[in-house]
């Protein structure tokens, strides 16, 4: 199967940044898109970035100019750079990609890691 693991959430103030990872592991063959989702309380899972294995981005307005996706073939890994950022950004952050493994082409996700931006 493919795991995919988040890392480096926590609690900021406004203003501040945080980079959070995610790595993929498993019966890889090899990854197409990969992607940063995000969950508020109370409100439904949204897009906040996805980078396609052509290099192409896209963002949510409420985060271009201060969010980068990038990732690392080599290490599986998807980062999301989070910089300037708002109390409106404290949500739980999801990772998502699209795999071809061993078992056939899917989508997998992360557990999910919690960002609070303090006012």
């Known amino acids: 199967q493919v795991q995919l693991v988040e890392s480096g959430g926590g609690l900021v103030q406004a203003g501040g940044s945080l980079r959070l990872s995610c790595t993929a592991s498993?019966?890889?063959?090899?990854?197409?898109?990969m992607a940063w989702y995000r969950q508020a309380p109370g409100k439904q899972r949204e897009l906040v970035a996805r980078l396609t294995t052509g290099g192409n981005t896209n963002y949510a307005d409420s985060v271009k100019g201060r969010f980068t996706i990038s990732r690392d073939n080599a290490k599986n890994t998807v980062y999301l750079q989070m910089n300037s950022l708002k109390p409106e950004d404290t949500a739980v952050y999801y990772c998502?990609?699209?795999?071809?493994?061993?078992?056939?082409?899917?989508?997998?996700w992360g557990q999910g890691t919690q960002v609070t931006v303090s006012a």
């Open positions: 498993g019966s890889i063959l090899s990854i197409n898109n």
């Open positions: 998502a990609a699209n795999v071809w493994s061993t078992y056939g082409k899917g989508d997998y």
